[in-house]
């Protein structure tokens, strides 16, 4: 298996069906019999899982499941979950609005190439990043604002930690995700930290974003919990060892 996509998926019946639709349609077309979408259903108490059973029926040219555990852990949780979970020798994960076009992918992918890295991520405030929708403009502040801090305290270097596409070997998907530990939205942080202490270089790539209506972040409670997890993910991963040559 080539790639996996892992959809983490909390209550997202309304904006799912475009992005397994659009998903499936490009890997149908790249990448023919080589792919899968993992939906990882988070706890939903809306239709996530049933209208993914059926769109799975309906188009089985590209394998598409639905991972469930119960609850609502966070998309932490959910990521770590799907990623742990695939089979791909690459994994991608992007949020169930598709913010970043799938075809973003290969962008990425193909600068991962060039610099010979495992892991790539999206970003949003590069020069060359395009966002053709911004997020309202106190949001964005409070990202730049986040990012100083995330910067200070796990990842230096990094512009933008919390767009959610990024691709992982499936190696680097495996000793990342396996140390992993927080479930809310602070995780992106701590898995590039991790990652950058086994030894990781990370390809930070300019895309196309587009911010979507139906965000489910609460920024006093999510906002919160993430200054508070940022605080001890140094604590928490003190003793990690470089595993890549
Ligand atoms: N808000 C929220 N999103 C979750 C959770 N678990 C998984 N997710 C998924 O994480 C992604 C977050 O995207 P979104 O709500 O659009 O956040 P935003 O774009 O950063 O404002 C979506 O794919 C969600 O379905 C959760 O507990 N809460
Ligand atoms: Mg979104």
């Known amino acids: 298996m080539f790639l996996s996509v892992i959809i983490p998926a909390f209550n997202e019946e309304a904006r799912l069906p475009i992005t397994l639709n659009a998903t499936r349609e490009y890997l149908q077309e790249r990448f023919p019999e080589q792919c899968e979408i993992l939906v990882v259903d988070d706890g939903s108490a809306d239709a996530t899982a049933h209208i993914t059973a059926e769109f799975a029926k309906h188009y089985p040219d590209v394998p598409v499941s639905v991972l469930s555990y119960g609850c609502n852990r966070g998309k932490g949780y959910a990521v770590r979950y799907g990623m742990l979970h695939a089979s791909g020798d690459w994994r991608l994960f992007c949020d169930a609005d598709l913010a970043t076009p799938i075809e973003e992918f290969a962008v990425i992918f193909d600068r991962m190439k060039v610099d010979g890295t ?12 395009n966002l053709l929708v911004h997020q309202p403009w106190y949001r964005e502040q409070l990202g730049r604002g986040f990012n100083k801090v995330v910067q200070m305290l796990a990842v230096p270097g990094i512009q933008d930690t919390q767009c959610g596409f990024k691709i992982f070997s499936a190696a680097a998907a495996t000793n990342v995700f396996q140390h992993c530990k927080l479930d809310k939205f602070a995780f992106d942080a701590e898995a ?18 587009s911010h979507k209506d139906g965000s489910k972040i609460s920024l006093v409670r999510d906002g919160s919990r993430m200054v508070c997890d940022l605080l001890r993910i140094r604590m928490l991963h003190k003793g990690l060892k470089r595993v890549v040559k």
């Open 118 to 129: 495992e892991i790539g991520i999206g970003s949003r405030p590069l020069k060359q990043s």
């Open 192 to 209: 590039l930290l991790i990652a950058t202490r086994l030894g990781y270089r990370i390809s930070e790539v300019p895309i196309r974003w």
